[in-house]
Structure formats: structure tokens, C-alpha cells
């Protein structure tokens, strides 16, 4: 069975584009979270949704956007990109949403670099 | 402010010796605690958790062991193998309020052969 996926791989922006990120969840769950995880630094949470709703949000600004299908995979989305919002980020799947911090299984991660 | 935090961010050890991965957090409503391993290029992997209820719980050669009293859990691999090489977080959680789980910094074990 295939585990979370997430894509692109990589990808490289200039300051001031707009990024999307896609990310497939395990299949038979329906809830999905995105973490930036900066270089030498654990993960941050940014966003949790379930059935297509958000359920959660980190400390991140507006130009931080996600949202949830009806398949259930996600997409994040980021604007005005700054040199800051290099980073790894995850997508993290889980069963169920249950208000907690739940067992989550991580994908590979899409390595953002903002030029 | 509320942290989760590690406190050695590297640990170089020998093959077949026990490493011990160290993690403080400040939250005192925190009762939901996460080791998870990430590789080099991939992301993070679930090792074990534990409740706030529990002062020990043990898995396949790891033991997480909790001490609420001052908010310090650890992470203990028995005859550490040069797979067990990766970044090591913690991640914890707290009973009611807004949910943001908080990872720590990450601990990099080194297992030398």
C-alpha cells in the first residue's frame, strides 16, 4: 500500500511567487496536517484539516492557505513567497481527527527553495 | 513561552551500546508525548508514545520513560545499530485549548560501527 505522498519533490520559486504544494493522504484517511520543517529545526504545524474542514492552524500568516478534497488530499498554498519560506514540508496523514495529537504518518516532503 | 526542547543536539555512540535521547518541555497541561525518527530525506517516523499517565512504556528496543515532575521525558534505544542513525524529535501535546501539537529541535544520533 502506498504510504502519504506529496508533490513536487523540489522545487525552486523567486521571492514574490506563489507556491503550491499537493500531498495524497494514506488511502482510507481523511484527515491530513502540514508542518514546515526549517533546516536544523524540528517540525512546525501549520495547518490541519479533516473531512475538508480546518480543524487546526499554527502560528503562520495569511499568506498560508490550505485545502482538503473530497478524496481527501490537500493542497497548500503560499503567497508573496519570502527567502524565509525555504523549507521542507510535510504532509502527515492520519485515520481520524480527534482534537489531539494523533498517530500521524509523514511523507517525504516537498523541499521548497525561495530565491 | 511554552517550548518543547532537546538537550544535546548531537550524540555520537558505538555500535551495540544503549543511547539515551533527552527532551525538556515547559507545558505543564502537556499529557501526550511522541518520539518520532526522520531519515536523512525522508520524514518523520512514529517510534513510540506515551500518556501523561504512564512513567514508562517499552517497545521494540526503545523505552520512552516520563517524569512529570520535571517535565522531562527520554528515549532509550538498546544495542544501537548503525540504522538508528537520524534526527530524533519529541513531540508533545496538551489536553484541552487550541490544538497545536509542538515538536522539539531534534536530537542527530550518530551510530558509529
Known amino acids: 500500500d502506498a504510504g502519504v505522498t506529496q508533490s513536487p519533490t523540489h522545487l525552486i520559486k523567486t521571492r514574490g511567487q506563489h507556491v503550491t504544494l499537493r500531498c495524497s493522504p494514506i488511502?482510507?484517511?481523511?484527515?491530513v496536517s502540514w508542518y514546515q520543517q526549517v533546516l536544523g529545526q524540528g517540525p512546525q504545524f501549520i495547518f490541519q484539516?479533516?473531512?475538508?474542514?480546518?480543524?487546526g492552524r499554527g502560528n503562520f500568516p495569511d499568506r498560508f492557505s490550505a485545502r482538503q478534497f473530497p478524496n481527501y488530499s490537500s493542497e497548500l498554498n503560499v503567497n508573496a513567497l519570502l527567502l524565509g519560506d525555504s523549507a521542507l514540508y510535510l504532509c502527515a496523514s492520519s485515520l481520524v481527527f480527534s482534537g489531539r495529537l494523533d498517530t500521524q504518518y509523514f511523507g517525504p516532503g516537498t523541499r521548497l527553495t525561495v530565491l | 513561552g511554552e517550548s518543547v526542547g532537546l538537550h544535546l543536539p548531537t550524540l555520537s555512540v558505538q555500535e551495540g551500546d544503549n543511547s539515551i535521547i533527552n527532551c525538556a518541555y515547559s507545558?505543564?497541561?502537556?499529557?501526550?508525548f511522541i518520539w518520532y525518527k526522520q531519515e536523512s530525506g525522508k520524514g518523520p517516523q512514529f517510534i513510540i508514545d506515551i500518556r501523561s499517565n504512564m512513567d514508562k512504556r517499552q517497545g521494540q528496543r526503545v523505552t520512552v520513560l516520563l517524569n512529570k515532575t520535571v517535565k522531562h521525558l527520554s528515549l532509550q534505544i538498546a544495542a544501537t545499530q548503525p540504522g538508528d542513525s537520524a534526527v530524533y524529535f519529541c513531540?508533545?501535546?496538551?489536553?484541552?485549548?487550541?490544538?497545536?501539537?509542538?515538536f522539539g529541535r531534534g536530537t542527530s544520533l550518530i551510530v558509529h560501527p
Open positions: 513531540a508533545e501535546d496538551a489536553s484541552g485549548g487550541s490544538y497545536i501539537p509542538t
Open positions: 507545558n505543564s497541561a502537556s499529557d501526550y
Open positions: 488511502s482510507g484517511h481523511k484527515s
Open positions: 484539516y479533516y473531512e475538508k474542514e480546518e480543524r
